[in-house]
Nanobody
Framework: QVQLVESGGGLVQAGGSLRLSCAAS????????MGWFRQAPGKEREFVAR????????YYTDSVKGRFTISRDNAKNTVYLQMNSLKPEDTAVYYC???????????????WGQGTQVTVSS
């Protein structure tokens, strides 16, 4: 099956930038959808952004619009999340996920990475 590995997390000051990567290996489909989710301490996992492998159509949650950009490199089976103008409230463990359905609901995603910690200091 599909294996996802996130990287690029770390500590950054408010207003700074960070780029997360999600490398997919194993069985892949050109029609699949990749999403980024995050989970802060004591909170539920929430949707951040998603992209369609074919066409590159994107969708973002309101809180990150204009600051985050999701992109993909089909040839490398890699999805990126460029995060600019980071805020302390962006602090969370960020997860990469995959599904064959066009969705922003975590429960519909079939494959998940281990997560990468993003910490934004004030």
């Amino acid at each position: 099956q599909v294996q996802l590995v996130e990287s690029g997390g770390g500590l950054v000051q408010a207003g700074g930038s960070l780029r997360l990567s999600c490398a997919a290996s194993g069985r892949t489909f050109s029609s699949s959808v990749m999403g980024w989710f995050r989970q802060a301490p004591g909170k539920e996992r929430e949707f951040v952004a998603r992209i369609l492998w074919s066409g590159g159509y994107t969708y973002y949650t309101d809180s990150v619009k204009g600051r985050f950009t999701i992109s993909r490199d089909n040839a490398k089976n890699t999805v990126y999340l460029q995060m600019n103008s980071l805020k302390p409230e962006d602090t969370a463990v960020y997860y990469c996920a995959a599904t064959t359905r066009v969705s922003i609901v975590a429960g519909t995603y079939d494959y998940w990475g281990q997560g990468t910690q993003v910490t934004v200091s004030s």
